[in-house]
């Protein structure tokens, strides 16, 4: 599977972005797909995921903000992130995992290809 991220940028806070990932080389409607962002110094961190029959599952930080969604047709994950903090700048990635558990969603342990993450940048 690979993964290509895309849509990332500079916004100032209050405002909207959308990420895309495009998958190819596999049966994308399959599995399981999740949006992880990172710092430098700190762990990744789980933000968003959506089942392969669109159960979607959110990071408490950005639920009610952010959602993710999925187009089989065109082997597409995408993260619509609306009031963006500061708190929210990262690089973020797509991910897919092949062998969904609820349990371990949210670890990005449990997935086993990845995208080359795309910066965001919130500013103040």
């Known amino acids: 599977v690979q993964l290509q991220a895309s849509g990332g940028g500079l916004v100032q806070a209050g405002g909207s972005l959308r990420l895309s990932c495009a998958a190819s080389?596999?049966?994308?409607?399959?599995?399981?797909m999740g949006w992880f962002r990172q710092v430098p110094g700190k762990e990744r961190e789980f933000v968003a995921g959506?089942?392969?029959?669109?159960?979607?599952d959110y990071a408490d930080s950005v639920r009610g903000r952010f959602t993710i969604s999925r187009d089989n047709a065109k082997n597409t994950v995408s993260l619509q992130m609306n009031s963006l903090e500061p708190g929210d700048t990262a690089v973020y990635s797509c991910a897919v995992t092949i062998t969904y558990s609820p349990d371990v969603f949210r670890s990005p342990k449990s997935y086993n290809y990845w995208g080359q993450g795309t910066q965001v940048t919130v500013s103040s």
């Open positions: 959506i089942t392969r029959r669109g159960r979607t």
């Open positions: 080389g596999r049966t994308f409607r399959s599995y399981a």
